[in-house]
Every structure is written in structure tokens, then in C-alpha cells.
């Protein structure tokens, strides 16, 4: 699904990925942990369009398209989704609204018919029971005046109501106290499927004990300087990532 | 000063009623236009109207409804499509505008409602035309107790017109105006307007007025909160574009204690567009406890954009809570990829991000289909408007 050769990126002046190789096969759960710093963040960036992240060398493939030649908004509605680690504030714009226009802005370019206004909200009304967000936080503002909590299980709404094919969820369980944690770890649970991926962006271990990762990689100084099964992440928290910094 | 236009207009009043304004009409001759070394006028430069020539008024090209279930009072070019035409007499008249105007008028609102009583909705419709100059003037009396709503829409063609209008309002005790504007005259109208309202003890003015641009626009909002609980929301947007200039002067008078406003201003400011924003607040010495907030916030959308912004604070009372803020910007870059990433295109997103910082001012507005009026009106500005027709 995603193949990631000899990525170099920078941002500004900034080399930040210098040499990062990554496949990510359909049903595959990824996840990548590493010291602050290590680019993890640039990554998702990078996979998902912001302007100013540039790729000087490398190249990433995502289902056989060259990913990075599309715009942000082709990557999309191609299936790329992106949880970010601080979203976006929007006042004036409704979830509701949101919702409705990513959904419908993806399919018209792909081709496929706009979606029912009764269907669609019968619909986002059932993916918000997951993600334990209230009906009437639809109408309010984009993540306006939301906690750090809810801002995170409104990322995971959308991803529910999208319904994208690789998931890029950058911290997305930072801040969460065990019962939304459990609620996000659902919703991505429920996303999990043999056509879909997903790459956890985490530094914690404790996600991964709801979301189980088939691989577990650790990037640090701009490249993945190991690769194991989920025990990987295990030794991560005992030993910290010096012992690989080192190596 | 009495350029060819104005000094015919004169000439063509009836004899009586240049007798009984020929004050008014001296005035606008010894003083003329303000000019750009006044400091209120310092951004808006005027000395184009002193030789501008106009046409006579004939009959408007425009095709515009009013809104359904409101009554309405429509003027086109000047003159009045339905109702009498009232007598009245002009007592404001200090400076050349509002003095010419005092010379000139020929009709305009007169609104009063009785004692706790609630107006039907009024939908006041100006439609300026084929070069014409009009000078209407409006008086809105609320007595004690009563309720009213008002929206004054002007709207134009593509010719250069002039209005000046006056809109002389008093609100008296408990009363409540609900008082909206649209300015929509076309790209080379010039609209000079003067509000001048006084709130009484414990009433409430809510205004909220949009502003699209002209050659030259100019509002001067003055509201006096002279009784004690006299309350004020002075909320506005202007977006002009092209090379058309707004200019806001809001002046909030606290002259009583316990008086309170509340003010809110968005622009967005775009192509070769000027806007200037001045939003004075005085506390006089009487008016302890007075609870005041002001916030101007304006987006600038190319380079060639200007903005001149300037909030005024005098307070002479020591009992006081007033707080003010202004910012300036561009949109912010991360909600516009955060759009992106989810799907939308760039344009669509761009677009929905401006219509969303306009409209939270619009959303102030109670009477929805007023509300819906104004949201279509700033849509129609802004491309690619069908992208949030559901927003609406």
C-alpha cells in the first residue's frame, strides 16, 4: 500500500528525514515511537501535503501513485488521513458542515455521487456513539472551545465518517485519560480491516495495548534505526531509546 | 461650494422649503465637504465630489425584492414607491454632509411606535441608479416600552451615484431597536451615512451592518447611551474589494452610570481595497460602572489591501471596566491545510474560512430572515459562494 524508500525532507533549512525507508502492507498496523525530535510529526506532514515540507530525495508510493507529485487534497481523497496532533480551531465552521463537505469534496473527485443529506446524518449520528461525542457538538465550531480530549476523538470522528485507507495518526492518544483512550483505541479498532493500514505516531506504550501493532519501529535522527514485533515496544519502556540513539 | 449639481438641486426646491432651510443650505456652502486635513477625514479623501456632476433622478433599472413577510418602504433614486411623503423638519446638520443633506432631503423614514408597542419588521430598500444623487433622511422614534426592527439595504448599479442619508433614531426607556444595515450601492457609489442614536434608561440597541464597498463609503456611527442601563451592541462587517474604499467611524457615548456596549467589527479587506475603522468609545465622568468591550479584527487578502484601524479610548469616570483589542492578519495557513488534508481544494477552503470569520459577526443578527438576507449578500461577494450555500 505505502512504500517509503530513502526519504530525505526538509523543512525551511531544516533537514529532518534523512534516509527513511518504510512499507506498509494492506491490514498492516504500524507503529513508530522515538525520542522528541526524531520526525515523527515531519512524517505524517510530509505523507499527508502541509506546504513548506519538502522532499529533497527518496520517493513515497502509495498504491502505486507517486504520492508526493499530488496535491494535499488529491492525497485525500486518494485515503490518506491524517490525525493531527494539535487540530485545528476552526470558529464558524460547523462539524456538522465539515463533515458533510470533506466527505462530499472527496467523492466528487473520485467520482462517485454526493451523498443523501438524511443518509448522512444518520450515518455520523452512528459514528459519534463510538467516539462518545455529544449530538450537539456537530453544530458548534470545528474543535472550537473543545478540551484537548475531545479534539482527539473528534480526529477519530473523522476518520470513522471518511473512511480513509491509511490512517497517519500522530499522537492521537497524548492527553487522553484512560476512557478516551479506550474510545479512540475503538474507533481505530473498528477502522481495521484487510484492505486498510494504519501508522501510530505514539511515544507512549500504553496505546498499543488496545491498538495491537504488527510491527514496531523506532525513528530517531531522521531514519528508522529498528524494526521489531510489538515486543519491541515493551523494551522501549523499560530500557527509553538511548541504547538505540547510541547504536 | 456649490458645484453645479448640488446648487441646481437647491434651485429646484420648492421656494418655501428654501426659506425654511436656507441655514442649512449656507452652511454646506461656507463649510463644504470635509476635507483631509480633519483629522476624521484624515483616510478619506471627499475633494472629488466638490466638482462630481450627478444625473436628475429618473426611474431605477434595479430589480430587488423586499423581504417576504416584512413590511417595506422602497426608495428608488429618491423617491418613494409607496406610502406619503412626509413632512418633517432637519434639525441635524453639523458638518457639510450632513448639512447638504438637511438642504436637499426630500423624504424618508419616519417610524414612530407607540408605547409598548412591537412594530411589525421594516425592510427599508434604497436603490440608487443611472448616476443619480439622493438625499433621504430618517427619523425612528421608539417610545417607552416599545419594540422595533429595522434593516436599511441600499443597493446600486455600476454607475457613480451619490447618497447621503441621516438617520436620526431615539430609544426610549425599555424600548429595543434591532437595527440593521446593508450597504451594497456598487462598485463606484458613493454613500455617506450618519446614525445618530440615543438609548434611554435601560433600552437596547443591536445593531449589526454590512458593508460591501463603493467608491466611497462612509459610516458614521454615533450612539449615545444617555440614561442609566442603556445598552449597546455596535457590531459590523465590511469586505469591500476591487479598488472601493469603507470607512467606519463608530463613536459610543457612555454618559450615564451603569451603561453598557458592546462592539465587534470583521473585515476582510481585499484586492487594491481600503478600509479604515475608527471605533471610539468615550466614559464620561458620570457614567461610573460602565461595562464596555471593543474588538476589530480584520484579515488583509492580497497585497495591495489596506487597512487603517484605530480604536479610541477616553475615559474620565474611575469606576470603569473597558477593554478593547485589534488584530490584523492573514488567514491562518494551518486551518487552511487542516481543510485540505480532509479533502477540500484549496479555493473551496480559502473561501469557507473567509465566509466563517465574516459570519460570526452575522450570526449576531436575531431575525433570521434578515440574517439569511445579509449571509447571501456577503456569499454573493465572496467566490465560489455555492461552496457553504449549506452553511447558511
Given at each position: 500500500m505505502l512504500t517509503i524508500e530513502n526519504l530525505h525532507a526538509r523543512v525551511g533549512d531544516k533537514e529532518i528525514l534523512k534516509g527513511l525507508s518504510l512499507t506498509v502492507k494492506p491490514g498492516e498496523v504500524h507503529a513508530i515511537m522515538g525520542p522528541n525530535g526524531a520526525g515523527k510529526s515531519t512524517l505524517g506532514h510530509l505523507l499527508a501535503g502541509r506546504e513548506g515540507y519538502e522532499c529533497t530525495q527518496g520517493s513515497v508510493s502509495f498504491e502505486g501513485r507517486d504520492l508526493l507529485a499530488l496535491e494535499?487534497?488529491?492525497r485525500a481523497a486518494a485515503g490518506i488521513f491524517l490525525g493531527f496532533q494539535y487540530p485545528v480551531e476552526i470558529p464558524g465552521v460547523s462539524n456538522m458542515y465539515f463533515l458533510k463537505a470533506a466527505m462530499n469534496a472527496q467523492r466528487k473527485r473520485r467520482g462517485e455521487p454526493e451523498i443523501e443529506a438524511t443518509d448522512f446524518l444518520a450515518f455520523v449520528r452512528m459514528q459519534i456513539k463510538k467516539v462518545g461525542i455529544e449530538p450537539a457538538m456537530l453544530q458548534r465550531g470545528v474543535n472550537e472551545g473543545f478540551s484537548g480530549g475531545e479534539k482527539k476523538r473528534n480526529e477519530i470522528l473523522q476518520m470513522l465518517v471518511l473512511q480513509p485507507k491509511l490512517m497517519v495518526l500522530d499522537e492521537t492518544d497524548s492527553g487522553l485519560d484512560i476512557d478516551a483512550l479506550k474510545m479512540v483505541s475503538d474507533g481505530i479498532n473498528a477502522m481495521r480491516s484487510p484492505e486498510r493500514s494504519v501508522i501510530l505516531v505514539t511515544h507512549y506504550q500504553r496505546l498499543l495495548d488496545y491498538v495491537k501493532p504488527d510491527i514496531v519501529h523506532v525513528l530517531a535522527r531522521g531514519r528508522i534505526v529498528k524494526s521489531g514485533g510489538p515486543e519491541l515496544a515493551l523494551e522501549l519502556e523499560e530500557r527509553g531509546y538511548g541504547w538505540l540513539e547510541a547504536a | 461650494m456649490s458645484a453645479a449639481s448640488y446648487q441646481k438641486a437647491w434651485d429646484q426646491l420648492p421656494e418655501t422649503l428654501r426659506v425654511a432651510r436656507a441655514g442649512a443650505w449656507k452652511q454646506f456652502v461656507a463649510k463644504g465637504f470635509p476635507s483631509k486635513r480633519e483629522e476624521d477625514w484624515r483616510y478619506t479623501?471627499?475633494?472629488?465630489?466638490?466638482?462630481?456632476?450627478?444625473?436628475?433622478?429618473?426611474?431605477?433599472?434595479?430589480?430587488?425584492?423586499?423581504?417576504?413577510?416584512?413590511?417595506?418602504?422602497?426608495?428608488?433614486?429618491?423617491?418613494?414607491q409607496n406610502g406619503e411623503v412626509r413632512a418633517f423638519e432637519t434639525p441635524?446638520?453639523?458638518?457639510?454632509?450632513?448639512?447638504?443633506?438637511?438642504?436637499?432631503?426630500?423624504?424618508?423614514?419616519?417610524l414612530r411606535v407607540a408605547r409598548k408597542q412591537k412594530a411589525e419588521p421594516l425592510h427599508l430598500l434604497c436603490l440608487n441608479s443611472a448616476a443619480a444623487m439622493t438625499h433621504l433622511r430618517h427619523r425612528v422614534v421608539l417610545e417607552a416600552g416599545s419594540?422595533?426592527?429595522?434593516?436599511?439595504?441600499?443597493?446600486?448599479?455600476?454607475?457613480?451615484?451619490l447618497a447621503t442619508g441621516v438617520l436620526e433614531v431615539e430609544i426610549g426607556a425599555n424600548a429595543r431597536l434591532r437595527l440593521l444595515r446593508i450597504?451594497?450601492?456598487?462598485?463606484?457609489?458613493?454613500?455617506?451615512?450618519?446614525?445618530?442614536?440615543?438609548?434611554?434608561?435601560?433600552?437596547?440597541?443591536?445593531?449589526?451592518?454590512?458593508?460591501?464597498?463603493?467608491?466611497?463609503?462612509?459610516?458614521?456611527?454615533?450612539?449615545?447611551?444617555?440614561?442609566?442601563?442603556?445598552?449597546?451592541?455596535?457590531?459590523?462587517?465590511?469586505?469591500?474589494?476591487?479598488?472601493t474604499h469603507v470607512d467606519t467611524h463608530t463613536r459610543i457615548l457612555h454618559q450615564a452610570p451603569h451603561t453598557t456596549s458592546r462592539e465587534v467589527f470583521r473585515g476582510l479587506v481585499a484586492d487594491r481595497a481600503h478600509a479604515v475603522f475608527n471605533g471610539r468609545i468615550v466614559v464620561e465622568k458620570a457614567a461610573q460602572k460602565t461595562d464596555s468591550e471593543q474588538k476589530l479584527a480584520s484579515l488583509l487578502l492580497s497585497p495591495?489591501?489596506?487597512?487603517?484601524?484605530?480604536?479610541?479610548?477616553?475615559?474620565?469616570?474611575?469606576?470603569?471596566?473597558?477593554?478593547?483589542?485589534?488584530?490584523?492578519?492573514?488567514?491562518?495557513?494551518?486551518?487552511?491545510?487542516?481543510?485540505?488534508?480532509?479533502?477540500?481544494?484549496?479555493?473551496?477552503?480559502?473561501?469557507l474560512l473567509l465566509f466563517a470569520f465574516a459570519h460570526e459577526v452575522l450570526a449576531k443578527v436575531g431575525a433570521e430572515d434578515a440574517r439569511r438576507e445579509m449571509e447571501r449578500r456577503l456569499a454573493n461577494r465572496l467566490p465560489g459562494s455555492t461552496a457553504y450555500e449549506d452553511l447558511i
Open positions: 494535499t487534497e488529491e | 479623501d471627499l475633494s472629488a465630489l466638490n466638482d462630481a456632476r450627478f444625473a436628475e433622478a429618473t426611474e431605477t433599472s434595479i430589480v430587488a425584492t423586499t423581504l417576504q413577510n416584512w413590511q417595506s418602504l422602497v426608495f428608488a433614486n429618491g423617491q418613494r441635524l446638520a453639523d458638518d457639510g454632509i450632513t448639512a447638504l443633506n438637511a438642504a436637499l432631503t426630500r423624504d424618508g423614514l419616519d419594540e422595533a426592527t429595522l434593516l436599511i439595504d441600499t443597493r446600486g448599479d455600476d454607475s457613480a451615484t450597504q451594497d450601492g456598487g462598485q463606484a457609489s458613493t454613500d455617506l451615512f450618519r446614525s445618530q442614536i440615543r438609548v434611554g434608561r435601560d433600552a437596547r440597541l443591536e445593531y449589526v451592518g454590512l458593508d460591501l464597498g463603493g467608491a466611497l463609503v462612509r459610516h458614521d456611527l454615533n450612539v449615545q447611551l444617555c440614561e442609566p442601563g442603556a445598552y449597546a451592541e455596535v457590531h459590523g462587517v465590511f469586505a469591500p474589494g476591487g479598488s495591495g489591501a489596506e487597512i487603517n484601524a484605530k480604536p479610541e479610548l477616553e475615559i474620565y469616570a474611575d469606576d470603569v471596566k473597558c477593554a478593547h483589542g485589534a488584530t490584523c492578519g492573514q488567514l491562518d495557513e494551518m486551518a487552511l491545510y487542516y481543510l485540505r488534508s480532509r479533502g477540500l481544494d484549496s479555493d473551496t477552503a480559502r473561501n
